[in-house]
Protein backbone atom coordinates (compact mmCIF):
# COMPACT_ATOMS: atom_id res chain seq x y z
CA UNK A 1 0.00 0.00 0.00
CA UNK A 2 1.65 3.60 -0.88
CA UNK A 3 2.01 5.97 1.34
CA UNK A 4 0.03 9.15 1.16
CA UNK A 5 1.13 13.00 1.59
CA UNK A 6 -0.71 13.13 4.29
CA UNK A 7 1.54 9.78 5.57
CA UNK A 8 4.71 11.00 5.07
CA UNK A 9 4.02 14.21 6.50
CA UNK A 10 3.27 12.25 9.50
CA UNK A 11 5.90 10.11 9.68
CA UNK A 12 8.22 13.08 9.10
CA UNK A 13 6.72 15.00 11.98
CA UNK A 14 7.53 11.86 14.15
CA UNK A 15 11.21 12.05 12.67
CA UNK A 16 11.48 16.28 13.33
CA UNK A 17 11.66 16.77 9.73
CA UNK A 18 10.24 19.55 8.27
CA UNK A 19 9.43 18.62 4.38
CA UNK A 20 8.72 21.75 2.10
CA UNK A 21 6.16 21.49 -0.41
CA UNK A 22 8.93 21.12 -3.27
CA UNK A 23 10.25 18.22 -1.21
CA UNK A 24 7.44 16.11 -0.83
CA UNK A 25 6.62 14.48 -4.04
CA UNK A 26 10.26 13.36 -4.49
CA UNK A 27 10.34 12.02 -0.92
CA UNK A 28 6.94 10.30 -1.72
CA UNK A 29 8.39 8.64 -4.88
CA UNK A 30 11.55 7.29 -3.43
CA UNK A 31 10.23 5.76 -0.32
CA UNK A 32 7.32 4.23 -2.29
CA UNK A 33 9.90 2.86 -4.25
CA UNK A 34 11.92 1.65 -1.65
CA UNK A 35 8.90 0.07 0.49
CA UNK A 36 7.34 -1.80 -2.79
CA UNK A 37 10.87 -3.17 -2.87
CA UNK A 38 10.66 -4.54 0.44
CA UNK A 39 7.68 -5.95 0.60
CA UNK A 40 9.55 -8.96 -0.93
CA UNK A 41 10.48 -9.98 2.76
CA UNK A 42 5.94 -10.73 3.06
CA UNK A 43 6.95 -13.81 1.02
CA UNK A 44 8.87 -15.73 3.27
CA UNK A 45 7.72 -17.81 5.69
CA UNK A 46 8.86 -16.95 9.18
CA UNK A 47 6.62 -18.30 11.59
CA UNK A 48 8.27 -19.32 14.53
CA UNK A 49 11.55 -17.14 13.85
CA UNK A 50 13.64 -15.62 16.43
CA UNK A 51 14.25 -11.94 15.35
CA UNK A 52 17.88 -11.04 15.62
CA UNK A 53 18.47 -7.91 17.32
CA UNK A 54 21.80 -7.69 18.12
CA UNK A 55 24.71 -10.93 16.82
CA UNK A 56 25.97 -10.56 20.10
CA UNK A 57 24.10 -11.33 23.45
CA UNK A 58 24.07 -8.17 25.05
CA UNK A 59 23.09 -7.69 28.42
CA UNK A 60 24.26 -4.34 30.35
CA UNK A 61 27.52 -4.68 31.69
CA UNK A 62 27.70 -3.54 35.28
CA UNK A 63 30.85 -1.97 37.04
CA UNK A 64 30.99 -0.47 40.91
CA UNK A 65 29.25 2.05 41.74
CA UNK A 66 31.86 4.57 41.87
CA UNK A 67 32.93 7.42 40.13
CA UNK A 68 35.40 7.96 37.59
CA UNK A 69 36.84 11.06 35.47
CA UNK A 70 34.57 12.62 33.09
CA UNK A 71 34.41 15.41 31.12
CA UNK A 72 33.83 19.30 32.85
CA UNK A 73 30.55 21.11 32.38
CA UNK A 74 33.14 23.58 29.92
CA UNK A 75 34.57 20.78 28.11
CA UNK A 76 30.75 18.77 27.63
CA UNK A 77 29.28 22.10 26.20
CA UNK A 78 31.62 23.34 24.43
CA UNK A 79 29.50 22.60 21.01
CA UNK A 80 26.35 23.61 22.06
CA UNK A 81 24.93 26.51 19.99
CA UNK A 82 23.58 28.65 22.82
CA UNK A 83 25.77 28.26 25.97
CA UNK A 84 24.90 29.96 28.97
CA UNK A 85 26.12 29.18 32.76
CA UNK A 86 27.13 25.63 31.45
CA UNK A 87 23.44 25.26 30.59
CA UNK A 88 22.76 25.11 26.84
CA UNK A 89 19.29 27.17 25.68
CA UNK A 90 16.71 26.35 23.80
CA UNK A 91 13.21 27.86 22.61
CA UNK A 92 10.95 28.99 25.00
CA UNK A 93 8.61 25.93 25.72
CA UNK A 94 6.01 26.89 27.90
CA UNK A 95 4.44 30.18 28.84
CA UNK A 96 6.13 32.97 30.93
CA UNK A 97 9.84 33.52 32.15
CA UNK A 98 12.24 34.59 29.59
CA UNK A 99 12.84 33.32 26.37
CA UNK A 100 16.11 30.79 25.66
CA UNK A 101 16.90 32.88 22.30
CA UNK B 1 64.78 2.82 -1.88
CA UNK B 2 61.57 3.70 -3.73
CA UNK B 3 59.96 6.74 -3.02
CA UNK B 4 58.66 6.60 0.78
CA UNK B 5 54.79 7.35 -0.19
CA UNK B 6 55.44 4.61 -2.15
CA UNK B 7 56.10 1.84 0.38
CA UNK B 8 53.44 0.15 2.72
CA UNK B 9 52.88 1.08 6.86
CA UNK B 10 55.17 -2.32 7.44
CA UNK B 11 57.88 -1.33 5.90
CA UNK B 12 58.01 2.13 6.79
CA UNK B 13 57.74 1.17 10.40
CA UNK B 14 60.70 -1.14 9.79
CA UNK B 15 62.61 1.87 8.16
CA UNK B 16 61.15 4.19 10.74
CA UNK B 17 61.94 1.67 14.05
CA UNK B 18 66.17 1.02 12.78
CA UNK B 19 66.62 4.70 12.22
CA UNK B 20 67.35 4.61 8.45
CA UNK B 21 64.69 7.32 7.53
CA UNK B 22 63.01 9.89 9.89
CA UNK B 23 59.46 9.93 10.80
CA UNK B 24 59.36 13.75 9.50
CA UNK B 25 60.38 12.81 6.32
CA UNK B 26 58.18 10.47 6.07
CA UNK B 27 55.45 12.57 6.76
CA UNK B 28 56.96 15.36 4.63
CA UNK B 29 56.79 12.73 1.81
CA UNK B 30 53.04 11.93 2.32
CA UNK B 31 52.21 15.50 3.22
CA UNK B 32 53.26 16.49 -0.26
CA UNK B 33 51.59 13.46 -2.01
CA UNK B 34 48.48 14.89 -0.78
CA UNK B 35 49.49 18.31 -1.91
CA UNK B 36 49.70 17.43 -5.45
CA UNK B 37 46.97 14.85 -5.84
CA UNK B 38 44.02 16.14 -3.74
CA UNK B 39 42.76 18.59 -5.55
CA UNK B 40 41.89 15.98 -7.78
CA UNK B 41 40.83 13.32 -5.81
CA UNK B 42 39.01 14.98 -2.99
CA UNK B 43 40.01 12.07 -0.57
CA UNK B 44 40.17 14.75 2.69
CA UNK B 45 38.14 16.65 4.54
CA UNK B 46 41.07 17.61 6.42
CA UNK B 47 44.75 17.69 6.61
CA UNK B 48 46.69 18.80 10.08
CA UNK B 49 49.84 19.15 8.62
CA UNK B 50 51.31 20.98 11.36
CA UNK B 51 49.85 18.35 14.06
CA UNK B 52 51.35 15.82 12.10
CA UNK B 53 54.59 17.46 11.55
CA UNK B 54 54.75 18.08 15.32
CA UNK B 55 54.32 14.61 16.20
CA UNK B 56 56.91 13.27 13.76
CA UNK B 57 59.73 15.61 15.44
CA UNK B 58 58.23 14.28 19.15
CA UNK B 59 58.95 10.42 17.33
CA UNK B 60 62.14 11.28 15.75
CA UNK B 61 63.03 12.17 19.33
CA UNK B 62 62.07 8.71 20.22
CA UNK B 63 65.01 5.81 21.19
CA UNK B 64 64.84 2.89 18.29
CA UNK B 65 63.35 0.38 21.19
CA UNK B 66 60.62 2.84 21.45
CA UNK B 67 60.25 3.07 18.18
CA UNK B 68 60.52 -0.48 17.95
CA UNK B 69 58.26 -1.21 21.05
CA UNK B 70 55.24 0.76 19.06
CA UNK B 71 54.07 -0.96 16.17
CA UNK B 72 52.26 1.74 13.92
CA UNK B 73 55.52 4.61 15.15
CA UNK B 74 56.64 6.15 12.10
CA UNK B 75 52.96 5.68 10.47
CA UNK B 76 50.87 8.01 9.35
CA UNK B 77 46.92 7.36 9.35
CA UNK B 78 44.09 9.02 8.68
CA UNK B 79 40.65 7.92 9.63
CA UNK B 80 37.01 8.48 7.91
CA UNK B 81 35.69 11.65 9.28
CA UNK B 82 33.01 9.92 11.51
CA UNK B 83 35.71 8.60 13.77
CA UNK B 84 35.67 11.92 16.51
CA UNK B 85 38.96 13.07 16.95
CA UNK B 86 39.88 16.41 19.73
CA UNK B 87 42.40 17.81 17.98
CA UNK B 88 40.61 17.64 14.53
CA UNK B 89 37.02 18.82 13.43
CA UNK B 90 34.59 15.63 12.85
CA UNK B 91 31.65 16.33 10.76
CA UNK B 92 30.44 12.64 9.56
CA UNK B 93 30.41 14.17 6.02
CA UNK B 94 27.57 16.55 7.38
CA UNK B 95 26.54 19.86 8.01
CA UNK B 96 24.36 19.51 10.69
CA UNK B 97 28.04 19.22 12.88
CA UNK B 98 28.48 22.54 11.99
CA UNK B 99 31.77 23.78 13.93
CA UNK B 100 32.04 20.42 15.83
CA UNK B 101 35.32 19.76 17.76
CA UNK B 102 34.68 16.46 20.00
CA UNK B 103 35.67 16.89 23.42
CA UNK B 104 37.57 13.40 23.63
CA UNK B 105 39.13 10.66 20.90
CA UNK B 106 37.47 7.54 19.78
CA UNK B 107 39.07 4.66 21.63
CA UNK B 108 40.31 3.58 17.77
CA UNK B 109 42.19 6.53 18.08
CA UNK B 110 43.84 6.01 21.44
CA UNK B 111 44.62 2.80 20.51
CA UNK B 112 46.68 4.39 17.22
CA UNK B 113 47.93 7.09 19.48
CA UNK B 114 49.71 4.25 22.01
CA UNK B 115 50.74 2.56 19.43
CA UNK B 116 52.74 5.32 17.43
CA UNK B 117 50.68 6.34 14.60
CA UNK B 118 50.54 9.93 13.51
CA UNK B 119 47.23 11.30 12.14
CA UNK B 120 47.42 13.31 9.26
CA UNK B 121 44.01 14.08 8.62
CA UNK B 122 39.73 12.72 8.32
CA UNK B 123 38.57 11.74 5.07
CA UNK B 124 35.50 12.12 3.06
CA UNK B 125 32.82 10.21 3.54
CA UNK B 126 28.29 9.59 2.43
CA UNK B 127 27.10 12.03 4.97
CA UNK B 128 26.83 10.03 8.26
CA UNK B 129 28.29 7.08 6.44
CA UNK B 130 25.13 6.55 4.41
CA UNK B 131 26.03 5.70 0.75
CA UNK B 132 27.97 3.69 -1.56
CA UNK B 133 29.60 6.20 -3.53
CA UNK B 134 30.74 9.39 -1.62
CA UNK B 135 28.51 11.83 -3.48
CA UNK B 136 26.30 12.32 -0.38
CA UNK B 137 28.96 13.98 1.23
CA UNK B 138 28.13 17.52 2.76
CA UNK B 139 31.15 18.91 1.34
CA UNK B 140 31.73 17.73 -1.93
CA UNK B 141 32.56 14.15 -3.87
CA UNK B 142 35.55 11.75 -3.71
CA UNK B 143 37.10 10.89 -7.20
CA UNK B 144 38.47 7.79 -7.98
CA UNK B 145 42.53 7.77 -8.51
CA UNK B 146 41.99 4.85 -11.57
CA UNK B 147 39.69 7.18 -12.98
CA UNK B 148 38.48 10.95 -11.72
CA UNK B 149 35.25 10.59 -13.83
CA UNK B 150 34.18 7.40 -11.33
CA UNK B 151 33.42 7.21 -7.64
CA UNK B 152 35.39 5.74 -5.48
CA UNK B 153 32.60 3.77 -3.72
CA UNK B 154 31.00 4.44 -0.58
CA UNK B 155 30.81 5.49 2.41
CA UNK B 156 34.27 4.97 2.85
CA UNK B 157 35.44 6.56 -0.41
CA UNK B 158 37.73 9.00 0.82
CA UNK B 159 39.77 6.23 3.08
CA UNK B 160 39.60 4.30 0.33
CA UNK B 161 40.94 7.06 -2.23
CA UNK B 162 43.43 7.92 -0.27
CA UNK B 163 45.37 5.28 0.33
CA UNK B 164 45.05 4.25 -3.27
CA UNK B 165 46.12 7.41 -4.49
CA UNK B 166 49.16 6.73 -2.01
CA UNK B 167 48.13 9.83 -0.03
CA UNK B 168 48.75 7.59 2.67
CA UNK B 169 49.30 3.91 3.70
CA UNK B 170 46.92 3.10 6.06
CA UNK B 171 43.26 4.77 6.65
CA UNK B 172 40.43 3.83 8.91
CA UNK B 173 37.02 2.88 7.42
CA UNK B 174 33.71 1.90 9.19
CA UNK B 175 31.38 -0.98 7.39
CA UNK B 176 27.96 -1.24 8.40
CA UNK B 177 26.43 -2.82 4.94
CA UNK B 178 29.98 -2.75 3.04
CA UNK B 179 31.67 0.44 3.27
CA UNK B 180 34.65 -0.88 3.75
CA UNK B 181 34.88 -3.51 1.56
CA UNK B 182 32.90 -2.26 -1.40
CA UNK B 183 35.36 1.35 -1.60
CA UNK B 184 38.25 -0.89 -1.02
CA UNK B 185 37.03 -3.40 -4.13
CA UNK B 186 36.55 0.02 -6.23
CA UNK B 187 39.82 1.30 -5.38
CA UNK B 188 42.18 -1.75 -5.29
CA UNK B 189 42.92 -1.59 -1.81
CA UNK B 190 42.50 -4.33 0.86
CA UNK B 191 39.27 -3.39 3.20
CA UNK B 192 38.78 -5.54 6.38
CA UNK B 193 35.23 -5.55 8.38
CA UNK B 194 36.09 -7.51 11.54
CA UNK B 195 33.55 -9.69 13.28
CA UNK B 196 30.97 -7.28 15.11
CA UNK B 197 32.26 -6.55 18.44
CA UNK B 198 35.92 -6.89 17.99
CA UNK B 199 36.81 -3.14 17.53
CA UNK B 200 35.06 -0.86 19.83
CA UNK B 201 32.63 1.64 18.20
CA UNK B 202 32.78 4.09 21.11
CA UNK B 203 34.19 7.31 19.19
CA UNK B 204 32.52 6.17 15.85
CA UNK B 205 29.42 8.21 14.81
CA UNK B 206 26.54 5.99 15.39
CA UNK B 207 24.65 5.08 11.56
CA UNK B 208 23.24 1.57 12.76
CA UNK B 209 24.66 0.04 16.07
CA UNK B 210 23.70 -3.23 15.21
CA UNK B 211 26.08 -3.49 11.82
CA UNK B 212 28.55 -1.05 12.54
CA UNK B 213 32.27 -1.84 13.03
CA UNK B 214 35.69 0.14 12.19
CA UNK B 215 38.22 -1.50 10.11
CA UNK B 216 41.58 -0.98 8.16
CA UNK B 217 41.98 0.04 4.65
CA UNK B 218 45.53 -0.21 3.66
CA UNK B 219 48.02 -1.59 0.38
CA UNK B 220 48.59 -5.16 1.64
CA UNK B 221 47.61 -7.80 3.74
CA UNK B 222 50.45 -7.86 6.33
CA UNK B 223 49.36 -3.92 6.71
CA UNK B 224 45.69 -4.76 7.51
CA UNK B 225 47.47 -7.74 9.91
CA UNK B 226 49.36 -4.66 11.55
CA UNK B 227 46.33 -2.40 11.87
CA UNK B 228 43.55 -4.71 13.10
CA UNK B 229 46.53 -5.73 15.74
CA UNK B 230 46.64 -2.42 17.28
CA UNK B 231 42.69 -1.59 17.14
CA UNK B 232 41.50 -4.51 18.26
CA UNK B 233 40.03 -5.58 21.69
CA UNK B 234 37.58 -5.13 24.70
CA UNK B 235 36.71 -1.67 25.59
CA UNK B 236 34.57 -0.24 28.97
CA UNK B 237 33.20 2.50 26.61
CA UNK B 238 31.37 0.28 24.72
CA UNK B 239 28.99 -2.68 25.48
CA UNK B 240 28.62 -4.62 22.52
CA UNK B 241 32.52 -5.15 22.48
CA UNK B 242 33.84 -8.65 22.90
CA UNK B 243 35.03 -9.23 26.41
CA UNK B 244 36.64 -12.69 27.18
CA UNK B 245 36.94 -14.19 23.65
CA UNK B 246 38.26 -17.56 23.16
CA UNK B 247 40.38 -17.04 20.06
CA UNK B 248 39.11 -19.97 17.88
CA UNK B 249 41.90 -22.25 16.53
CA UNK B 250 42.18 -22.21 12.76
CA UNK B 251 42.20 -25.28 10.70
CA UNK B 252 45.68 -26.56 10.80
CA UNK B 253 45.06 -28.35 7.44
CA UNK B 254 46.96 -26.69 4.32
CA UNK B 255 44.59 -27.26 2.11
CA UNK B 256 40.65 -25.51 2.58
CA UNK B 257 37.49 -25.94 1.53
CA UNK B 258 36.39 -22.74 0.19
CA UNK B 259 32.92 -22.11 -0.37
CA UNK B 260 31.35 -20.17 -3.36
CA UNK B 261 27.65 -19.61 -3.11
CA UNK B 262 25.86 -20.10 -6.33
CA UNK B 263 23.35 -17.27 -5.52
CA UNK B 264 26.30 -14.66 -5.66
CA UNK B 265 27.96 -16.08 -9.03
CA UNK B 266 24.37 -15.89 -11.25
CA UNK B 267 23.59 -12.95 -13.45
CA UNK B 268 24.18 -9.14 -13.10
CA UNK B 269 27.99 -9.68 -12.75
CA UNK B 270 29.97 -7.78 -14.88
CA UNK B 271 32.15 -9.84 -17.63
CA UNK B 272 35.24 -8.34 -16.82
CA UNK B 273 34.66 -8.99 -12.78
CA UNK B 274 33.77 -12.70 -13.64
CA UNK B 275 37.01 -13.10 -15.45
CA UNK B 276 39.24 -11.70 -13.00
CA UNK B 277 37.26 -13.17 -10.31
CA UNK B 278 37.72 -16.72 -12.32
CA UNK B 279 41.62 -16.38 -12.30
CA UNK B 280 41.40 -16.02 -8.54
CA UNK B 281 39.61 -19.13 -7.90
CA UNK B 282 42.75 -20.78 -10.55
CA UNK B 283 45.43 -19.41 -8.33
CA UNK B 284 43.36 -20.83 -5.10
CA UNK B 285 43.00 -23.89 -6.91
CA UNK B 286 46.45 -23.80 -7.75
CA UNK B 287 47.81 -23.53 -3.83
CA UNK B 288 45.73 -27.05 -3.60
CA UNK B 289 42.37 -25.77 -2.13
CA UNK B 290 39.16 -27.07 -2.72
CA UNK B 291 36.33 -25.25 -4.17
CA UNK B 292 33.03 -26.03 -3.27
CA UNK B 293 29.96 -24.74 -4.63
CA UNK B 294 27.25 -23.92 -1.67
CA UNK B 295 23.96 -22.07 -0.96
CA UNK B 296 23.51 -19.09 1.21
CA UNK B 297 19.39 -19.13 -0.27
CA UNK B 298 18.61 -15.88 2.02
CA UNK B 299 21.15 -13.65 -0.11
CA UNK B 300 18.18 -12.42 -2.11
CA UNK B 301 15.94 -10.59 0.39
CA UNK B 302 19.24 -9.25 2.39
CA UNK B 303 19.07 -6.17 0.80
CA UNK B 304 15.82 -5.70 1.76
CA UNK B 305 16.21 -6.64 5.46
CA UNK B 306 19.06 -4.54 5.42
CA UNK B 307 17.40 -1.27 4.14
CA UNK B 308 14.80 -1.57 6.99
CA UNK B 309 17.08 -2.53 9.64
CA UNK B 310 19.97 0.32 9.18
CA UNK B 311 17.38 3.12 8.03
CA UNK B 312 15.48 2.01 11.93
CA UNK B 313 18.37 1.92 13.98
CA UNK B 314 19.93 5.43 11.74
CA UNK B 315 16.23 7.03 12.18
CA UNK B 316 17.01 6.50 16.42
CA UNK B 317 20.62 7.44 16.14
CA UNK B 318 20.41 10.60 14.49
CA UNK B 319 17.43 12.06 16.45
CA UNK B 320 20.10 13.26 18.85
CA UNK B 321 20.90 15.89 16.29
CA UNK B 322 18.10 18.42 17.57
CA UNK B 323 20.35 22.03 17.40
CA UNK B 324 20.79 21.69 21.44
CA UNK B 325 23.71 19.94 22.46
CA UNK B 326 26.02 20.55 19.60
CA UNK B 327 26.17 21.20 15.91
CA UNK B 328 24.63 24.01 14.06
CA UNK B 329 20.84 25.60 15.24
CA UNK B 330 18.42 26.62 12.89
CA UNK B 331 16.80 29.57 14.06
CA UNK B 332 12.93 29.78 14.02
CA UNK B 333 9.89 29.86 16.54
CA UNK B 334 9.55 27.46 19.46
CA UNK B 335 10.78 24.61 20.05
CA UNK B 336 9.48 22.02 17.62
CA UNK B 337 9.88 24.97 14.68
CA UNK B 338 13.69 25.13 15.56
CA UNK B 339 13.81 21.37 15.90
CA UNK B 340 12.24 20.30 12.26
CA UNK B 341 14.29 23.30 10.37
CA UNK B 342 17.74 22.35 11.94
CA UNK B 343 16.95 18.89 10.62
CA UNK B 344 15.68 20.39 7.24
CA UNK B 345 18.51 22.49 6.73
CA UNK B 346 21.14 20.28 8.27
CA UNK B 347 20.27 17.05 6.93
CA UNK B 348 20.99 16.03 3.07
CA UNK B 349 18.60 14.58 1.29
CA UNK B 350 19.89 10.53 1.32
CA UNK B 351 19.74 11.08 5.28
CA UNK B 352 16.39 12.63 5.01
CA UNK B 353 14.79 9.59 3.44
CA UNK B 354 16.81 6.89 5.37
CA UNK B 355 15.80 8.59 8.74
CA UNK B 356 11.68 9.04 7.47
CA UNK B 357 12.33 5.09 6.15
CA UNK B 358 13.29 4.13 9.46
CA UNK B 359 10.30 5.81 11.37
CA UNK B 360 8.33 4.66 9.12
CA UNK B 361 9.71 0.96 10.11
CA UNK B 362 9.41 1.45 13.73
CA UNK B 363 5.77 3.02 13.87
CA UNK B 364 2.97 1.92 15.28
CA UNK B 365 1.05 -0.42 13.22
CA UNK B 366 4.05 -0.63 10.55
CA UNK B 367 6.16 -2.26 13.32
CA UNK B 368 5.62 -5.78 13.02
CA UNK B 369 5.38 -6.10 8.90
CA UNK B 370 8.67 -4.05 8.32
CA UNK B 371 11.58 -3.98 11.24
CA UNK B 372 10.31 -7.58 13.18
CA UNK B 373 10.31 -9.10 9.58
CA UNK B 374 13.56 -7.73 8.63
CA UNK B 375 15.13 -9.18 11.74
CA UNK B 376 13.61 -12.86 10.91
CA UNK B 377 15.30 -12.76 7.87
CA UNK B 378 18.53 -11.32 9.31
CA UNK B 379 18.13 -14.57 11.71
CA UNK B 380 17.63 -16.90 8.84
CA UNK B 381 21.06 -14.95 6.82
CA UNK B 382 22.88 -15.96 10.03
CA UNK B 383 21.36 -19.81 9.92
CA UNK B 384 23.02 -19.48 6.14
CA UNK B 385 25.82 -19.31 7.16
CA UNK B 386 26.01 -21.10 10.30
CA UNK B 387 25.46 -23.76 7.93
CA UNK B 388 27.86 -23.28 5.13
CA UNK B 389 30.40 -23.28 7.85
CA UNK B 390 30.06 -26.60 8.43
CA UNK B 391 30.94 -27.79 5.51
CA UNK B 392 33.54 -25.18 4.32
CA UNK B 393 36.47 -22.89 5.58
CA UNK B 394 36.07 -19.79 3.93
CA UNK B 395 33.82 -18.41 1.35
CA UNK B 396 34.81 -16.36 -1.32
CA UNK B 397 32.99 -14.24 -3.33
CA UNK B 398 33.63 -11.02 -5.90
CA UNK B 399 32.97 -8.18 -3.75
CA UNK B 400 31.24 -6.27 -5.75
CA UNK B 401 29.08 -7.47 -8.93
CA UNK B 402 30.33 -4.84 -11.15
CA UNK B 403 33.39 -2.21 -11.23
CA UNK B 404 33.41 1.31 -10.10
CA UNK B 405 30.82 3.59 -11.81
CA UNK B 406 30.48 7.15 -13.66
CA UNK B 407 29.91 9.62 -11.03
CA UNK B 408 25.87 10.77 -10.93
CA UNK B 409 25.14 7.25 -12.96
CA UNK B 410 23.21 6.10 -10.08
CA UNK B 411 21.87 8.90 -8.08
CA UNK B 412 18.15 9.15 -9.13
CA UNK B 413 17.34 5.41 -8.19
CA UNK B 414 17.96 4.24 -4.98
CA UNK B 415 17.29 0.70 -5.43
CA UNK B 416 19.89 0.69 -8.06
CA UNK B 417 22.25 2.24 -5.31
CA UNK B 418 21.46 -0.24 -2.41
CA UNK B 419 21.65 -3.43 -4.72
CA UNK B 420 25.44 -2.70 -5.39
CA UNK B 421 25.86 -3.93 -1.66
CA UNK B 422 24.23 -7.36 -2.26
CA UNK B 423 27.65 -9.06 -1.67
CA UNK B 424 28.61 -7.16 1.27
CA UNK B 425 25.42 -6.39 3.68
CA UNK B 426 24.93 -10.42 4.59
CA UNK B 427 28.44 -10.39 6.50
CA UNK B 428 27.14 -7.23 8.80
CA UNK B 429 23.47 -8.45 9.38
CA UNK B 430 25.74 -12.19 10.21
CA UNK B 431 28.00 -10.27 11.99
CA UNK B 432 30.95 -12.56 10.64
CA UNK B 433 34.28 -10.92 9.27
CA UNK B 434 35.26 -10.05 6.39
CA UNK B 435 37.39 -8.71 3.56
CA UNK B 436 37.96 -7.28 0.35
CA UNK B 437 41.51 -7.51 -1.63
CA UNK B 438 41.98 -6.74 -4.81
CA UNK B 439 42.21 -9.46 -7.36
CA UNK B 440 43.35 -7.88 -10.74
CA UNK B 441 42.38 -5.03 -13.21
CA UNK B 442 39.20 -5.16 -15.44
CA UNK B 443 39.09 -2.45 -18.51
CA UNK B 444 41.84 -0.61 -16.26
CA UNK B 445 39.43 -0.64 -12.95
CA UNK B 446 39.98 -2.66 -9.95
CA UNK B 447 38.20 -5.89 -8.82
CA UNK B 448 37.72 -6.52 -5.52
CA UNK B 449 37.57 -10.60 -3.96
CA UNK B 450 35.87 -10.65 -0.91
CA UNK B 451 36.75 -13.39 1.72
CA UNK B 452 34.09 -14.14 4.44
CA UNK B 453 34.58 -16.45 7.77
CA UNK B 454 32.62 -17.77 10.65
CA UNK B 455 32.51 -15.08 13.90
CA UNK B 456 36.29 -14.32 15.72
CA UNK B 457 38.28 -15.98 12.76
CA UNK B 458 39.21 -12.20 11.83
CA UNK B 459 43.08 -13.28 12.10
CA UNK B 460 42.82 -16.52 9.93
CA UNK B 461 40.48 -14.83 7.93
CA UNK B 462 44.01 -12.64 7.04
CA UNK B 463 46.41 -15.14 6.75
CA UNK B 464 43.96 -17.19 4.51
CA UNK B 465 43.82 -13.89 2.10
CA UNK B 466 47.62 -13.26 2.52
CA UNK B 467 48.54 -16.99 0.76
CA UNK B 468 46.35 -15.54 -1.92
CA UNK B 469 48.01 -12.28 -2.08
CA UNK B 470 51.54 -13.99 -2.25
CA UNK B 471 50.30 -15.71 -6.01
CA UNK B 472 48.55 -12.90 -7.20
CA UNK B 473 50.51 -10.35 -9.35
CA UNK B 474 51.32 -7.10 -7.13
CA UNK B 475 49.14 -4.86 -7.51
CA UNK B 476 49.86 -1.17 -9.56
CA UNK B 477 48.73 1.71 -8.53
CA UNK B 478 47.05 4.23 -10.97
CA UNK B 479 49.66 6.49 -12.27
CA UNK B 480 51.79 3.07 -13.23
CA UNK B 481 49.31 1.52 -15.34
CA UNK B 482 48.51 5.32 -17.16
CA UNK B 483 51.61 5.72 -17.79
Known sequence: MDLSDADILHVARLARLHLTPDELGPVRADLNRVLAYVSQLQKLDLEGVRPTMHVVETHAPLREDRPEPSLGIAEATKNGPVVENGMFLVPRIMEGGASGE | MSELWAMDAYALHEQFASGAISAEAIVKAHLDRIQAWDSTIGAFLFVDAEGALRRAREEDAWTLDERRRRPLSGVPVALKDNIVTRHMPTTAGSKILGAFLSPYDATVVDKLMDAGAILIGKTNLDEFAMGSSTEHSAFHPTRNPWDATRVPGGSSGGSAAAVAARMVPVALGSDTGG?????????GVVGMKPTYGRVSRYGLIAFASSLDQIGPMTRSLRDSRLVYGVIHGSDPHDSTSLTNVAEPIPSQEQRWRIGLPREFFGDGMDDGVRRVIDQALESLQGLGHELVEISLPHTDYAIAAYYLIAPAEAS????????????????????????????DEG?????????????????????????????K?????????????????????????????????????????????????TANLAGIPGLSMPAGLAAGLPVGLQWLAPPLFDAALLDAAETLERVLQPMPWPEEVKA
Do not use: W
Open chain 2, 316 to 343: SNLSRYDGVRYGMRASGGDLLNMYETTR
Open chain 2, 347 to 375: FGDEVKRRVLLGTHALSAGYYDAYYLTAQ
Open chain 2, 377 to 425: VRTRIREDFDQAFQTVDYIVTPTTPDTAFVLGARSDDPIKMYLGDIFTV
Open chain 2, 179 to 187: SIRQPASYC
